[in-house]
């Protein structure tokens, strides 16, 4: 199947996501997926990382102060130490992250304009990235001329232990409407 076929319907199936009908719906998923980010889920790992190497030093250090010769432990101490200050540095490192804002995402919404057209007029490599970002997944049927659409954000943890699982948005392109020059 040829991209033009499918790119016009797949656009206009995105923008309609941003109509008035769904875009307080919108606005709410996009607020919402902010506190459920992969960047949030990293920064997490390494506060456990440094929870846990703070764990050792304690423990290690309990075991001296109980009689352990400390030349037996010193790889355990090191190996304790060097990650917590991997640890560490990497939550200093860290960005401190803003929310944006209801009246945020409005804007840049209303900075584009109408979507659809925005979307069809764009770049073909912004459009790749959208899409990568969008984890978006398609599916041909060639004996119904349809495409299975199903989009996952990436900024949702894909894991049901993390804060929930992921939510996906799916619909079905009927490519009817396009004679067989466009079909591959």
């Known amino acids: 199947m040829r991209q033009t076929a499918i790119c016009a319907p797949l656009n206009q ?6 109509d008035p009908s769904n875009r ?4 709410q998923a996009l607020l919402s997926s902010q506190a459920n ?9 390494a506060r456990r990382r440094l929870a846990d190497a703070e764990a050792k030093l304690r423990r290690h250090q309990a075991a001296i102060e109980a009689g352990v010769n400390p030349a037996a432990i010193v790889d355990a101490i090191n190996q304790a130490h060097a990650e917590r200050t991997a640890a560490h540095a990497e939550l200093t490192a860290q960005p401190a992250t803003q929310a944006l804002t209801r009246q945020d995402v409005e804007a840049i919404i209303n ?3 109408d979507v659809s057209t925005a ?7 912004n459009l790749s990235a959208l899409y ?4 978006l997944h398609m599916i041909y049927d060639h004996a119904s001329s349809a495409v299975d659409i199903t989009v996952q954000p990436l900024g949702r943890v ?9 939510c996906a948005l799916t619909t079905r392109i009927i490519l009817d409407t396009y004679g067989e020059d466009d079909r591959a």
Do not use: K, M, Y
């Open 13 to 18: 199936w995105i923008a309609t996501l941003f």
């Open 24 to 27: 307080d719906q919108t606005v």
């Open 37 to 45: 980010s992969v960047a949030d889920a990293h920064l997490d790992q």
């Open 111 to 113: 900075s584009i304009g």
């Open 119 to 125: 979307l069809n007029a764009a770049d073909p490599h």
């Open 132 to 135: 990568e970002a969008l984890r």
């Open 158 to 166: 894909n894991s049901a232990r993390v804060r929930g699982g992921s």
